[in-house]
């Protein structure tokens, strides 16, 4: 069964929750930092949408997006990994993507598991 779209107001609170936290030097509760990976994570899947790459970000979320191939079954040919604050850093333009993946911080494989192209998502609507 599909999760239920997380309406604009509450994701972008969410964000700017664990935006500050971060910027505090703190972590955000375990449920603002769920609610930002996923609102951003479903702002991903809005804004390209597709089935080629799937973008994990354990324990909270994962999502398919950008458009190519479509996968059906068994583990993506195309998946990018990594954790929340790397993924709400990535997705709110805190951090570029080439610094997140010199670091080791995201772990992407895949031809198409590229997301310079994507980042950062629209999260100020």
Do not use: K
């Not at 703190?26 to 994570?41: F, I, N």
């Amino acid at each position: 069964m599909a999760r239920a779209r997380i309406p604009d107001p509450d994701g972008v609170a969410g964000v700017r929750a664990a935006l500050a936290a971060a910027a505090d030097g703190e972590t955000a509760s375990r449920d603002t930092t769920a609610l930002a990976v996923r609102y951003l994570l479903q702002l991903l899947a809005e804004d390209a949408p597709g089935n080629s790459v799937e973008v994990r970000v354990p324990p909270f979320g994962a999502t398919q997006a950008i458009e190519g191939p479509r996968h059906t079954r068994g583990t993506p040919p195309n998946v990018v990994e990594m954790n929340a604050a790397t993924w709400i850093a990535l997705a709110t333009g805190s951090r570029q993507w080439a610094d997140a993946l010199a670091a080791a911080d995201v772990s992407a494989s895949g031809s198409r598991a590229d997301l310079t192209a994507v980042l950062p998502v629209r999260w100020q609507r």
